[in-house]
């Protein structure tokens, strides 16, 4: 098992910065990717950012240059580091933690407002 708790959701002015955590406990040593993703009102839940075991990252366009993924050594906390926000990054954010053994875990998701 693998256990999820995301935090740093809050509300922030357009422009602004944020970062979210994700605590990560259980069976760490066994996860081979982690993700973060979000969900705006109305819409389905999209990909955001992605971090592999080797540090290796990927972003989605919409936040290509703007968010970053970090994580520690130990997959204990995963970052995500949102600069430039804008109103349409509002949604619940999301991390996912993918293992060796072929199941996917989820936090709980914290929500992130930007207010114009």
């Known amino acids: 098992q693998v256990h999820l708790a995301e935090s740093g959701g809050a509300v922030v002015q357009a422009g602004g910065s944020l970062a979210l955590s994700c605590a990560a406990s259980?069976?760490?040593?066994?996860?081979?990717?982690m993700f973060w993703y979000r969900q705006a009102p109305e819409k389905q839940r999209e990909y955001v950012a992605a971090?592999?075991?080797?540090?290796?990252?990927n972003y989605a366009d919409s936040v290509k240059g703007r968010f970053a993924i970090s994580r520690d050594s130990g997959w204990n906390t995963l970052t995500l580091q949102m600069n430039s926000l804008k109103p349409e990054d509002t949604g619940i954010y999301y991390c996912?933690?993918?293992?060796?053994?072929?199941?996917?875990?989820w936090g709980q998701g914290t929500q992130v407002t930007v207010s114009v």
């Open positions: 996912r933690a993918d293992t060796n053994w072929g199941l996917v875990y």
């Open positions: 259980g069976r760490t040593l066994n996860i081979t990717h």
């Open positions: 971090i592999t075991w080797r540090g290796v990252t």
